[in-house]
């Protein structure tokens, strides 16, 4: 099993910038991959930025140039370096950990952090 921790979610103002963090423990060995998702009230969940093996990077178009995300492999830890923040941003943010759990791929979820851009 792996459980998934969202920290660095707040209220900031449009322009304004936020860090989240997503640390993963237990079965890390087994870790995929590592994606970023968000979930704005009454909205479906949806991708956001996602973490690949080599070091390579998938971004939405409505984050790209803005959102960076990065991963720190030795600490089991996603970063989310957001930028130039809109109120259109403002959502839950949750972590996604995708690990081999015995024959099967699984995903794992953290509990979420709230993010609130203001106008």
């Known amino acids: 099993q792996v459980q998934v921790v969202e920290s660095g979610g707040g209220l900031v103002q449009a322009g304004g910038s936020l860090r989240l963090s997503c640390a993963a423990s237990g079965s890390t060995f087994s870790i995929n991959f590592m994606d970023w998702y968000r979930q704005a009230p009454g909205k479906q969940r949806e991708l956001v930025a996602g973490s690949r093996s080599g070091g390579n990077a998938m971004y939405a178009d409505f984050v790209k140039g803005r959102f960076t995300i990065s991963r720190d492999n030795a600490k089991n830890t996603v970063y989310l370096q957001m930028n130039n923040l809109k109120p259109e941003d403002t959502a839950i943010y949750y972590c996604?950990?995708?690990?081999?759990?015995?024959?099967?791929?699984?995903?794992?979820w953290g509990q979420g952090t709230q993010v609130t851009v203001s106008s």
């Open positions: 996604n950990v995708n690990a081999r759990i015995g024959i099967a791929d699984r995903s794992f």
